[in-house]
């Protein structure tokens, strides 16, 4: 069984800075890439950021990039999710994933593990 635990997530005002953290656990799977993921209430999820675990090669979200900053400890297989310069807009559960392709690292439907999501709430 493979399982992902995220924290970090919480209330901050617009502007501020949040950090999320998402560590794996578990047998009989390969990391290709590790990945963030969101949802706000009423729409869909939407890719956010994601990382090569072979490389550290990044790429972020048009909506998120220059703000965001993803990161990974291959040792502890957690990667983590520096957010700077918040706005109401990325309210939303946040959601850690593994994947198993680099090619498609934007593809949700190639993330196979997903944690339970964590809340981040961005008052204005």
């Known amino acids: 069984q493979v399982q992902l635990v995220e924290s970090g997530g919480g209330l901050v005002q617009a502007g501020g800075s949040l950090r999320l953290s998402c560590a794996v656990s578990?047998?009989?799977?390969?990391?290709?890439?590790m990945g963030w993921f969101r949802q706000a209430p009423g729409k869909e999820r939407e890719f956010v950021a994601t990382i090569s675990w072979s490389t550290g090669d990044t790429d972020y979200a048009d909506s998120v990039k220059g703000r965001f900053t993803i990161s990974r400890d291959n040792a502890k297989n957690t990667v983590t999710l520096q957010m700077n310069a918040l706005n109401p807009e990325d309210t939303a559960v946040y959601y850690c994933?593994?994947?198993?392709?680099?090619?498609?690292?934007?593809?949700?439907?190639?993330?196979?593990?997903w944690g339970q999501g964590t809340q981040v709430t961005v008052s204005s």
């Open positions: 578990g047998r009989g799977f390969d990391i290709f890439a």
């Open positions: 994933a593994t994947g198993r392709s680099w090619t498609w690292r934007r593809v949700e439907r190639l993330y196979n593990y």
